[in-house]
């Protein structure tokens, strides 16, 4: 099948390397020329296992190409994807422009019958708005379908190609079943695909985000909880998780949620909802608790060091909203970073694969290290925001020679604090006793 996806994006690049893999022809399309050229020389503008070389292995074989003649995508292309960003608006609203932009252009390109695909995630109504935007510029037939993506970072590969299921919004049975078809490599150990009215599957991606995120700070309260009553929030989950209702997956309690989705998407289905009288009166408390869980690390140390961290230094171990992926958008390691300078503090910081985003999100605020444990040198303190691998198993004896003060503040319940104590650590943990 022949494809055109619009944007090049974390969903779009995605996408199209995915369809391309699976043998059908992708034209992806960016108003980016820069971002363009730099994907044609190979350089791919975002951190994600196994996406690089399925890229230049599509590439070579022909079967994906990138430019930013979205005229010649469409006419050449019979399903078309808009992947580009709905970027929160002031008042939390997901921002359409890009996406209606998109499909204007569409529109004015078109040759003939098209599907178009809304793979970005977009309110209800979005559909109509897209539709009414293409109609404005071509006569040409087209269906407009919305596609909510799934695709976690770290693992968006293996969610793309081995989906739990796939979501079809669309009321033309015979564009169900093109899509179907399009689909179908990747569900065939049979997870399902699911086709409902399109109203329904653009709402179906916020209410997965929104109770994704109401676990994560459910998990939260009960960890501040625990840690107010000497309970272990690691037993707590396991004593809850195994109950088959509940189940384990996003139970983890932490220094709160970021990333693309969670932030933006709980903000949009709350505003989705009071723009249509309703309310949503959990999601608010979920942000409410989410933001407060950026600050616990900050308050552990504060703390800890009697309410001063001026003239301090600090090391942050992770700077990625999590683990596999670049992407720092609402990081909890922000938030901190930003609380630790306004005390008046220093922060040395380390991150895998984040430093360069950073250093475009904040600048040159902080010290960036290549490696974990230059970033302790001379540290009063170390903060881990992020659980990489690399940062579960380190050298704690080379790590107490090299900082001031052997403290640990662990926003992601990385380490045994039996271990710690023996290695003359103090450690402070989320909703479980520490060593103090």
Avoid at 269 to 298: C, Y
Avoid at 307 to 326: E, H
Wanted: charge should be negative; proline fraction near 4%.
């Amino acid at each position: 099948m022949k494809i055109a996806v619009v944007g090049t994006g974390y969903v779009g690049i995605v996408a199209g390397t995915c369809f391309a893999e699976s043998g059908n022809t992708v034209i992806c399309v960016d108003v980016d020329e820069a971002k363009v050229q730099a994907l044609k020389d190979g350089k791919i503008p975002i951190y994600e296992p196994g996406l690089e070389e399925m890229v230049l292995k599509n590439v070579e074989e022909q079967r994906l190409s990138f430019t930013t003649d979205i005229d010649t995508a469409v006419k050449e292309s019979l399903v078309i994807f808009i992947a580009v960003g709905t970027p929160p608006d002031e008042d939390g609203s997901a921002d359409l422009k890009h996406v209606l932009a998109a499909a204007g252009s569409i529109g004015r390109a078109m040759n003939g019958y098209k599907i178009i695909v809304d793979k970005s995630t977009v309110p209800v109504g979005t559909a109509r708005k897209v539709a009414a935007a293409i109609s404005a510029e071509t006569t040409h037939p087209f269906n407009v379908v919305s596609n909510p993506e799934f695709l976690k970072e770290g693992a968006a590969i293996d969610d793309f190609m081995k989906p739990d299921r796939v979501v079809i919004g669309t009321d033309d049975p015979r564009v169900s079943e093109i899509m179907k078809e399009l689909y179908s490599p990747f569900v065939r150990t049979g997870n399902p695909i699911i086709v409902m009215d399109v109203a329904s599957a653009e709402l179906t991606k916020y209410a997965a985000n929104a109770m994704l995120a109401t676990r994560i700070s459910f998990m939260n309260e009960i960890a501040n909880i625990c840690d107010q009553v000497g309970a272990d929030v690691t037993k707590v989950r396991v004593g809850i998780g195994t109950d088959s209702r509940i189940g384990m997956p996003f139970l983890f309690p932490g220094c709160g949620y970021g990333g693309s989705c969670f932030p933006k998407d709980s903000r949009a289905i709350i505003s989705t909802a009071e723009e249509n009288g309703a309310k949503f009166e959990i999601m608010n408390a979920v942000e409410r608790v989410n933001n407060e869980q950026k600050k616990i690390l900050f308050n552990k140390a504060m703390s800890f060091f009697d309410g001063d961290l001026s003239g301090k230094t600090f090391a942050v171990w992770g700077l990625a909203f999590k683990a596999k992926t670049d992407d720092v958008r609402e990081a909890s390691a922000l938030v901190l970073i930003d609380q630790l300078l306004e005390a008046g503090a220093k922060v040395r910081a380390h991150d895998p694969e984040a430093i360069e985003t950073t250093q475009r999100e904040i600048g040159d605020k902080v010290d960036y290290f290549p490696h974990a444990y230059e970033a302790l040198d001379g540290a009063d303190g170390l903060f881990v925001a992020t659980e990489w691998n690399e940062f579960r198993n380190p050298d704690f004896e080379k790590m107490k020679a090299t900082m001031n003060n052997a403290v640990i503040f662990d926003g992601r319940n990385l380490y045994n604090p039996t271990s710690l104590e023996e290695a003359g650590f103090k450690y402070f943990r989320i909703g479980a006793p520490g060593v103090a």
